[in-house]
T-cell receptor, first 115, second 116 residues
C-alpha cells in the first residue's frame, strides 16, 4: 500500500489522559499536514511540516497539542490532558512540493473519542 | 482570511440525473488553488481535482465536470448521469500558492445522496 497510513484508526480515552497518533506519509512526499474534522464539518488545518521542520501551527493547536516529524518521514501528534472537546477525526495528509504543489493526499484518519 | 462556502448542506437526486454542487470562495490572494474532495461513507478523503487561479478553463473527467468562474469566485462541480456510488460528502477547498501558506481551507461539505 503506497498511500498515507494512520494509526490507530480508533482511540477511546478517558478525559485527562494523553494520546499519541502516528501518520506515515507517501514515501517520497516531503510535506505532511494534520487536520481535525468534527461531525458535520470540513477538515480544519492544525499544522504542517516540510521534511522535519514545522512551518505553521494553527491557533486551534493549543499548548496541549504537539506534533513532531523527527526524521522527515513519519509524524506523531500528541494530545496531553485530553478534554471531551478533543473528540474528533484527526486526519493526516501529505504532498510533494516539487511537482504537485498543494495537492494533498489524505490518510484514513484516527477517530478519537474522549469519555 | 480565506473562506469557502458550500451553501447546499444536503442534496438528493434520483440515479441518472445530473447534479451540480456549488462552491463559493473568498481570498485576498491573487494566486491560489481550488480543490474538490470526496468523502465516502468509509471516511477517507479522496482527491478529485485541483485548479489554479490562472486557469479558468472548464475541465471534464468522465462524468465529472468543473466550472471555475473567477469573476464570481465560484468553482462548481457537476456530476452527469449520477450513480449510487457517487453518494458521499463532497468538500470544496481553497489553498495558497505561496511558500508557507499551503494549508487547505475547507467548506462544510455537501452530502449527496443518489437514490436508486
Amino acid at each position: 500500500d503506497t498511500g498515507v497510513s494512520q494509526n490507530p484508526r480508533h482511540k477511546i480515552t478517558k478525559r485527562g489522559q494523553n494520546v499519541t497518533f502516528r501518520c506515515d506519509p507517501i514515501s517520497e512526499h516531503n510535506r505532511l499536514y494534520w487536520y481535525r474534522q468534527t461531525l458535520g464539518q470540513g477538515p480544519e488545518f492544525l499544522t504542517y511540516f516540510q521534511n522535519e521542520a514545522q512551518l505553521e501551527k494553527s491557533r486551534l493547536l493549543s499548548d496541549r497539542f504537539s506534533a513532531e516529524r523527527p526524521k522527515g518521514s513519519f509524524s506523531t501528534l500528541e494530545i496531553q490532558r485530553t478534554e471531551q472537546g478533543d473528540s474528533a477525526m484527526y486526519l493526516c495528509a501529505s504532498s510533494l512540493t516539487s511537482t504537485r504543489l498543494g495537492e494533498q493526499y489524505f490518510g484514513p484518519g484516527t477517530r478519537l473519542t474522549v469519555t | 482570511a480565506q473562506k469557502v462556502t458550500q451553501a447546499q448542506t444536503e442534496i438528493s437526486v434520483v440515479e441518472k440525473e445530473d447534479v451540480t454542487l456549488d462552491c463559493v470562495y473568498e481570498t485576498r490572494d491573487t494566486t491560489y488553488y481550488l480543490f474538490w474532495y470526496k468523502q465516502p461513507p468509509s471516511g477517507e478523503l479522496v482527491f478529485l481535482i485541483r485548479r489554479n487561479s490562472f486557469d479558468e478553463q472548464n475541465e471534464i473527467s468522465g462524468r465529472y465536470s468543473w466550472n471555475f468562474q473567477k469573476s464570481t469566485s465560484s468553482f462548481n462541480f457537476t456530476i452527469t448521469a449520477s450513480q449510487v456510488v457517487d453518494s458521499a460528502v463532497y468538500f470544496c477547498a481553497l489553498g495558497g500558492l505561496n511558500f508557507g501558506n499551503e494549508k487547505l481551507t475547507f467548506g462544510t461539505g455537501t452530502r449527496l445522496t443518489i437514490i436508486p
